[in-house]
Nanobody, 125 residues
Framework: QVHLEESGGGLVQSGASLTLSCTAS????????TAWFRQAPGKDREFVSR????????YYEDSVKGRFTVSRDNAKNTMYLRMNSLKPEDTAVYYC??????????????????WGEGTQVTVSA
């Protein structure tokens, strides 16, 4: 079992920055990759970013490229999402997810084995 816990959400103004954290516990040594997804009110959950824990390859959804940076600290079993130049359309609940084995299309929720409870990010205009 892997437990994921997000933190760092909040209410900020447009143009501000936030850093989200996702800390893994339990059998975190089994993690192959972790990702951030988000769900805005009335919308489906969507892929935001992903990082491979061994090697550090990263992936981003087009609307966040150049503004968001995903990173990880393997020693702390923690993934981060640095979000700059936030926009009102970034408002959502942000979830982290862990994938234990490689394979599958990284944007698909189904390939991720464990999920956190989410943290709210609200960006005011």
């Amino acid at each position: 079992q892997v437990h994921l816990e997000e933190s760092g959400g909040g209410l900020v103004q447009s143009g501000a920055s936030l850093t989200l954290s996702c800390t893994a516990s339990g059998r975190s040594s089994l993690i192959y990759a972790t990702a951030w997804f988000r769900q805005a009110p009335g919308k489906d959950r969507e892929f935001v970013s992903r990082i491979i824990w061994d090697g550090g390859n990263t992936y981003y959804e087009d609307s966040v490229k150049g503004r968001f940076t995903v990173s990880r600290d393997n020693a702390k079993n923690t993934m981060y999402l640095r979000m700059n130049s936030l926009k009102p359309e970034d408002t959502a609940v942000y979830y982290c997810a862990a994938q234990l084995t490689s394979g599958g299309f990284y944007r698909q929720e189904e390939i991720y084995n464990y999920w956190g409870e989410g943290t709210q990010v609200t960006v005011s205009a």
